[in-house]
């Protein structure tokens, strides 16, 4: 392992972080004080004093020959990927946006285009140091003590505890990536070949090591198959003035660096960057590189909600009021169509975002079925609500078509589940019992309380 950090420094933020855990007092709420986050659930800042995590938010050592990093469970991908891409190696997913944090893509589940082959992030971490809501600091990995918890870690959203340190597998890569956008006119014919290329892992004789998709329309699909190659005979460029997902109506084929490859979602934070302007070519060109973040956009979003800016203007332009459709679900790839002509008919929304994922082995909390080709379809927008609608009236809506298509819906943003059909979904008696034995004193928040309830 080449050691980037003294472990010494990581046992002292670990020491330091105890002290301030203990220094709050029982009764009041623990909370992470991070300077970063990309949950869709926003509420009133709270005035109690977070956990100061930041310590550790450093890759602590990579390791080329095992093929394995030491990472703080605060880093975010941006410094893992600097870390870990001159060794010619990547964490085996890498979610889209750069300021996503390894710990909060295990805790809260991460996905990105390699996942049809590696699953999600949590699915390539080998160990978990974790403070528990108890204040203890366990280790848990697949087998041992805490084997419980490793398993019922993934969708616990830090209701259990904190991850401090992770190991995780990476993945060799190459200096390139050729990409190929394949042109569909129906969502069968894409569900087919989401299929094919799921179970043989080539496309045309060709490996496919990335894949994904972009929903325009009705008929109009595409999915991108990324292959890794020594040499690129251009090189493509997404983080000025060119626009990435506008390119995959435009091209068949393109090349980008692996590291341009890996963030071409977070320049324009997939397309959500448009209600800022910066899709406009005169904003464009005055709009900062490197404020073409989706950190950037998203702390834009938080302001307009904490000041109701749009939806003011939208009163006063006398509009209807619009409902926030912001989620990423999952459906079993036969049922994609089913679920594409419902989203087409109900929302209304493009694009939208497809990303195959097979989950290799059961984790409780967020039961996919274990070797099954799922996919996740991502949504970030409003749509104006049907006059005298519940406000969560599509999210409603989208909740119920997943179950009954055997899906299941990501906990990052808004939930409006009962509590008995959150936790059948979320399996509750599992959640019960690791809730039991690693925050018996209920310091941390319970898991309906926060995604459903907000708190
Ligand atoms: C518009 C949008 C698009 C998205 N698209 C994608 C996508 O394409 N791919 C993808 O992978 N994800 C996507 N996400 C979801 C994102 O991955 C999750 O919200 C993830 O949990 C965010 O991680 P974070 O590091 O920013 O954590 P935060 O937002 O800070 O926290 C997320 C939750 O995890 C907890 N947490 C944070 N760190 C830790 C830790 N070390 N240990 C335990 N608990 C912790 C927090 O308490 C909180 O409940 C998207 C989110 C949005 C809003």
Redesign the pocket.
């Known amino acids: 392992m080449t050691q980037l950090v003294a472990e010494s420094a990581h046992r002292q933020a670990v020491a330091a972080l105890r002290e301030s855990y203990d220094a709050i007092p029982p009764g009041a709420p623990v909370?992470?004080a991070?300077r970063?986050?990309?949950?869709?659930r926003f509420r009133e800042p709270s005035t109690a004093p977070g956990l100061d995590?930041s310590g550790?938010d450093q890759v602590l050592g990579v390791d080329p020959e095992g093929r394995t990093a030491d990472v703080q469970?605060?880093t975010?991908y941006e410094d893992l990927v600097d870390a870990t891409l001159p060794y010619g190696l990547m964490p085996k997913v890498v979610?889209?946006?750069k300021?996503?944090?390894?710990?909060?893509?295990?805790?809260?589940?991460?996905?990105?285009s390699s996942s049809f082959r590696a699953g999600l992030?949590h699915e390539s971490v080998v160990e978990l140091e974790?403070m528990t809501g108890d204040g203890g600091i366990v280790t848990a990995s697949r087998d041992g003590e805490h084997k419980d918890l490793f398993y019922g870690?993934p969708n616990?959203?830090?209701?259990l505890?904190?991850?401090?340190r992770l190991r995780i597998e990476l993945a060799p890569v190459r200096p390139y990536v050729r990409l190929r956008h394949l042109r569909f006119d129906s969502a069968e014919s894409c569900a087919q070949a989401i299929k094919e290329i799921g179970e043989s892992g080539s496309h045309d004789g060709t490996q496919v090591d990335f894949l994904d998709g972009t929903v325009f329309g009705r008929t109009e699909l595409y999915l991108t198959i990324g292959t890794f190659a020594d040499t690129a005979p251009y090189l493509s460029d997404y983080t000025g003035e060119q626009i990435y997902y506008r390119s995959v109506q435009q091209r068949s084929v393109d090349f980008l660096t692996i590291r341009d490859y890996l963030w071409r979602?977070d320049t324009d934070?997939?397309w959500?960057s448009r209600p800022f302007g910066v899709q406009h070519p005169l904003v464009r060109r005055l709009w900062p590189d490197a404020a073409k973040r989706s950190d950037v956009y998203?702390r834009l979003v938080a302001l307009d909600k904490r000041w109701q800016a749009s939806a003011r203007i939208d009163r006063w332009r006398g509009k209807p009021t619009r409902e926030d459709v912001?989620q990423?679900v999952e459906v079993p790839v036969d049922r994609l169509p089913e679920f594409l002509d419902f989203f087409n008919d109900e929302i209304g929304m493009s694009p939208v975002?497809l990303?195959p994922l097979v989950a290799q082995d059961g984790w409780p909390l967020y039961p996919l079925e274990q070797g099954r080709l799922y996919v996740n379809a991502?949504f970030?927008g409003t749509v104006p609500l049907p006059p005298g609608q519940i406000p969560e009236h599509h999210n409603r809506l989208i909740e119920r078509k997943i179950t009954a298509l055997d899906g299941h819906k990501?906990l990052?943003?808004t939930a409006f589940y009962s509590r008995d059909e959150f936790w059948r979904l979320y399996d509750g008696n599992t959640y019960q019992r690791l809730k039991e034995r690693y925050d018996r004193g209920g310091r941390l928040l319970d898991l309906y309380e926060?995604c459903v309830r907000g708190r």
């Not at 970063?36 to 869709?40: D, G, K, V």
């Not at 996503?100 to 809260?108: D, E, F, K, S």
């Open positions: 909370r992470l991070k970063t986050s990309n949950l869709f995590v550790f469970g605060m975010t979610p889209q946006l300021t996503i944090t390894l710990g909060g893509a295990v805790t809260g589940l991460g996905i990105e992030p974790i870690f616990s959203y830090g209701t505890g904190y991850a401090l979602w934070w997939f959500c998203r912001i990423d975002w990303c991502g970030w990501s990052y943003s926060k």
